[in-house]
C-alpha cells in the first residue's frame, strides 16, 4: 500500500502530456498505434500519491499482471455495485449477498472470498478495511458511485502493498481536486424507488485546490416481507478535500492535501435466507422473523498527505491517516422453543428436524416470550497510521533504474460490545419481550500494532525489465475479554492473549518486451495473511507464480495468464457471515493448490467508418483448486474437508463479455457475464443440490445520449432477461440476485 508508483496529471510538464494522451486518448481507445508505440519506448516515471498505476498504459507494462478501470469505464455503465462492475476483470471471484454490492465477498486468484478479507483493500492508496491487521471483514465498503478509477493488482509487485499478499491488492480512487473550477450534477431514479444523487464542485489555483462532493445513495429494496415494511438501505457520502502547494516553477516544491470522508448508512438488511423449496417458489420472499433485522453503520476519515518534490527524480510522500467505524448490525440470531436455544443457520439448512423452530421463524406460529433472540452485533473500529515512501530514480548507459523505499506504523482495533435483545411472534409481528443490557453477550477488544516496510527496485535494460523487491512485516496482535458480566470493564475478570508474527516477504517480476505488439512477463512472490491474536497460531502462507502475455495482433488488445498458488498453510475464519459462530477464531485449513487461467481480448468490429465504434471486450477465468489435507471444522463454508476437495465459493468458470455502439453524440453498451455454478461447502466431485449455488448469465444494458457539451443523459437496465438466480447459501439460506431494473438519469458539468 505505502506509496504508489504512477501517473498524476499535477506533477511535471511530462506527466500532463502523459496524463493528456492515455487517461484520454488511450483509455477510450482513441491514440493511434504508432503514437503508443513511440511512448512505450520512453523510460520516465511519473509519479503519484495516490494510485498504482494511474492509467491503463502503466497497468498493462507492470511486471505483474494489473487492470485499471479508467473513468469512461465507470460511467459507461454508472454502476453502483462494485460486484457489478469488477466482473470484467479477470481472476476475480465473487459471490453476491444482498444485491446492491453494500458487503462484498471478493476473491482474488482463488482467496477465501469471505467478507474479502484475504485481498489488500485502499481508497487513495490508504488501508480501507475497518481493521486491516486484528479484523479485516470489510463490513465497510467504500461507496463505489464516487470513485474515479478502480485499481487491481496481482502479481509479485503487490509486496508494495499488504499485508495481504496472495491474491492482490485492490485500490479505489476517489474524486480527485480539478485543474480547473469544475461542477459537476448527476442524478438517476428508477425501479425499487432506487434513486442516486451525486454533486460536486472544485478548483485549483496556482498555490491551493479545493473539492467538496456529496452522494446519496437509496433503495426500498426487491424483497418482501409479510408486513410490507422497506428492506432496502439509505446511505450518504460526503467528501471535502483542501490542497495547499508551492510554485511549481522551483526544483524544491512541496505539497499538502487534507482529505475529509463522511458516510453513513441505514439498511434493512437480514442475514436469514431462504430454505430451497421457499426460494423455489418465491425468491424475493423474507421471513417475518428478520422483521427487525436492520444495519446501522458510519464511517469518518482524515487524512494529510505530504509531497515533497526534492528533484525531479526525488520524490518523499508521507501521509497520515485515521478511519473511525461504528455498526450495529441488529439480527436474528437463535430461536428458542421449550427452552433449547437453536442457531437460525441450524433451522434453514435442516427444517424437518427443527420444524417447530421453522413455524416461528416464517410466522406461522406465535411463540412464547424471549423465543425470538435479536443480536445487537455492535463493533466499533479504529485504524490509523502513518506511512511514507521514497522514491528515487537515474539513468545510466542504456538503462533506466527506480528505487522506492516505504515504511508504515499502524495500529487498528475492533471493539465489541454486544447483546442479545428478547422477542415473541404473535399473529406474524415480532415484540420486544426482553430489552438486554450492553455488553453483556460479546464484550472484548482485539488490536494490532504493525510495522511494515519494503523495498522495490526496477531495472529496465533495452527490452528487459525486472523489479525485485523485499516486504517486511512485524504484527503484535492482542486481544482483551472483558466478560458478559464486566459491562462497565473494571478488568476483574479480564482475559488476555498476545500472538506475534515477523515475516520477510519476497518477490521478482520481470517483463521482455519482444516489440511493440507483444510482451512476456512472470513473477514470484510469497503470499501471506496475518494469523489471529490466538498464541502460537502461524500466518497463512503460500508460493505464488504466474506467466503471461500481453499483444496486439490484427486489430486485436489482449493478455494471457497463467498462475499457480501453493499454500502451506491456508487459514479459514469463523465468520457468522458464513454460517459460523462469528467468534472470528481462524483454524489451520492446511496445504491447498490453487491454479488457473486468465485471457482478455479487445477489439473494435468496425474499422472502416470513422463515425461509429463498436468494441467488444471478452474475459474469461478458469479457477481449479484442491486440498492436500483433511481436517474438519465448525464452520459451515468449509465443514468436513478431504484430500483433493476443492474450495467452497470459487466458480471454476467465468467470462463477461461487452459490446458496445460508440458515436460522438451517443453509446450503447450491453454487457453479458456468465459465473458458472460452484459449492458452498468443501468438496469434490458432483455438487450436491443442497451445497450448490447454480451457474447464471446475466445482461445488462447501458445508454448515454450527450444532449451537448454540459448535459449527458442515461440510461441503465439491469437484468435485462429478468433471470431468477441465487448468488450464495450464506450467511443463512438461499439469496437472490437483483431482479430486472430501470434506472434512468442525467449529468450536468460545468
Partial sequence: MLFLISLNKMNTKLSFIFIAIFSIGYAQNETPPTAIDSIQQLDEVILSTNVIFGNKFVAKNRTGSSYFISPQELKKFGYTDINRILRNVPGVNIYEEDGFGLRPNISLRGTSPERSSKITLMEDGVLIAPAPYSAPAAYYFPTIARMEAVEILKGSSQVQYGPFTTGGAINMVSTQIPEMFSANLSASYGSFNGNKFHAAIGTSKQNFGVLVEFLNFSSDGFKNLPNNANTGFDKNDIVAKFRINSNPKPKLSQSVEFKFQYSDEIANETYLGLTDSDFETNPFNRYAASQKDN??????????????????????????????????????????????????????????????????????????ANSLLVKANNRNYISKGVQTKFDYHWYGKNAFHDIEIGLRMHYDEEDRFQWIDGYNMNNGIMNLTNKATPGTDANRISSANAFSAFVMYKFKYNKLTLTPGLRYENIDLTRKDYGKNDVNRTGSNLLLRNNKVNVFIPGIGMNYKVNNDISAFTSIHKGFSPPSNLEGQKAEESVNLELGTRFTTKGIRGEVIAFYNQYSNLLGSDLAATGGTGSLEQFNAGEVNVNGFEMLLNYNLIKTNAKYKLPITFSYTYTNSKFLNSF???????????????????????????????????????????????????????????????????????????????????????????STYAVSRVPTGLRPGLPFGVFAGFELKL
Avoid at 497520515?320 to 439480527?331: A, C
Avoid at 463454508?637 to 484430500?643: A, D, P, S, T, Y
Avoid at 460452484?678 to 458432483?686: D, E, L, N, V, Y
Fill in 295 to 368: 444495519m446501522k453503520a458510519d464511517h469518518v476519515q482524515f487524512t494529510a498527505t505530504h509531497v515533497l518534490n526534492i528533484t525531479k527524480d526525488f520524490r518523499i510522500t508521507t501521509t497520515g491517516y485515521y478511519n473511525n467505524f461504528s455498526r450495529n448490525w441488529y439480527k436474528l440470531n437463535d430461536v428458542v422453543v421449550n427452552d433449547t436455544k437453536v442457531g437460525i443457520n441450524s433451522i434453514i439448512t435442516n427444517t424437518s428436524a427443527y420444524s417447530d423452530y421453522f413455524d416461528v421463524i416464517n410466522g406461522t406460529t406465535n411463540s412464547d
Fill in 632 to 722: 474438519d471444522s465448525d464452520d459451515s463454508l468449509w465443514g468436513e474437508v478431504n484430500i483433493g476437495d476443492q474450495l467452497p465459493y470459487i466458480a471454476k468458470h467465468q467470462f463477461n463479455t461487452t459490446l458496445s455502439l460508440e458515436h460522438k453524440d451517443f453509446e450503447f453498451s450491453l454487457s453479458g457475464r456468465f459465473n458458472g455454478a460452484f459449492r458452498t461447502k468443501a468438496g469434490s466431485g458432483t455438487i450436491p443440490e443442497n451445497e450448490k449455488v447454480a451457474s447464471n448469465f446475466i445482461i445488462d444494458l447501458s445508454g448515454r445520449y450527450i444532449v451537448n457539451k454540459h448535459t449527458v443523459l442515461t440510461l441503465n437496465l439491469v437484468n435485462l432477461l429478468n
